[in-house]
């Protein structure tokens, strides 16, 4: 049993006959958000990305998370009491059968996902890796982390509608969409760069707008 973090995105293509694409059209759409803004997220988004543009080459991991990802995820708010909340740090195993139909086990610990429920996470819909400083030297591959959590709760719960990610490397984010066999991953968003950082923050938002439509409709 090899953790999350061990494996490739190529290995992972090798061993369960999943397919990167050019271009899915529910990767294109949801790129394509242009969520309305208050006042207090401009402000809140400004102040952020000052701090992040000022301290990005000096933060370690931690750090980077509590000063900087954490106030993006809150003020995007991925929570509705009773019905969805965020996860951070939560085990997922599942057995999966290869393009031989030899089981493998799949075990690992997700970094932040939404899902349904509010103290036993179930049908996640978005998943959040790796948040890692660009300086950081790490053998494990970000998008390989993401594709396999986001593999392992497809298989786990069933699902036939698509997930939705996001990998961090520094200030650099990059979004994915896994649909059935095929999965695409867009071009970098530098968070540094204010016009990117607002950016973000509405494919996010486009992102819960998906979760609270999904769960109106019962897609399962």
């Known amino acids: ?3 999350f973090e061990r494996w490739k995105y190529e290995e992972i293509e090798l061993t369960f006959g999943i397919e990167r694409v ?5 990767l294109t759409v949801w790129l394509q958000a242009e969520e309305p803004m208050d006042d207090f997220e401009e402000k809140t988004l ?14 370690n991991e931690d750090e980077l998370k509590f ?11 991925f929570s509705k009491p009773k019905v969805y909340s965020s996860f951070s740090q939560r085990t997922i195993e599942v057995k999966l059968p290869d393009l031989e139909q030899n089981e493998v086990t799949l075990r690992g610990r997700v970094e932040f996902f939404v899902a349904m429920g509010e103290q036993i996470p ?3 819909f978005f998943f959040l890796n790796e948040y890692k400083p660009l300086t950081k030297t790490t053998p494990s591959d970000p998008l ?8 392992a709760t497809q298989r786990l719960n069933k699902l036939d509608r698509p997930l939705f ?4 490397i520094g200030k650099f984010w990059q979004f994915v969409v896994l649909e059935k066999k095929q999965y695409a ?9 204010l016009i990117d950082l607002f950016k973000i923050f509405s494919i996010l938002k486009r992102c819960k707008s998906y979760i609270e439509k999904s769960i109106e409709s019962g897609v399962k």
């Open 1 to 3: 049993m090899k953790p």
């Open 22 to 26: 050019d271009e899915l059209p529910t």
């Open 46 to 59: 400004r102040r952020q990305h000052d701090q992040l543009a000022r301290k990005v080459d000096a933060w």
């Open 67 to 77: 000063f900087f990802l954490a106030h993006i995820i809150n003020l995007v708010n």
């Open 122 to 124: 179930r049908q996640p």
């Open 144 to 151: 390989g982390q993401l594709l396999i959590a986001m593999l």
């Open 165 to 168: 990610g996001a990998y961090i």
């Open 185 to 193: 991953v867009s071009h970098s968003y530098d968070a540094a760069e």
